[in-house]
């Protein structure tokens, strides 16, 4: 799943990187800052984890993509 939220500075860099490894469902993640992107990989409701991370982080986030794994 692909989401999009500003990332102005590493400040929120590191904000975003703190909750994104708080969350268990996740497998992997991929922060790229000057495309304003966040990249998560795992088993998890898309939804659910776009809610968790604006209560996290307390910005705007944005669901872009969404990709089901290839069987």
């Given amino acids: 799943m692909v989401m999009r939220m500003n990332i102005d500075c590493n400040g929120c860099c590191r904000k975003i990187r703190r909750a ?20 998560v990989c795992g088993t998890f409701s ?3 984890v776009a809610i968790k991370m604006r209560r996290m982080i307390n910005r705007r986030v944005e669901i872009l993509e969404i990709t089901e794994p290839q069987k």
């Fill in 20 to 39: 994104l490894l708080k969350m268990q469902e996740l497998d992997s993640h991929l922060i790229e800052r000057k495309k304003c992107r966040v990249s």
């Fill in 46 to 48: 898309p939804q659910a």
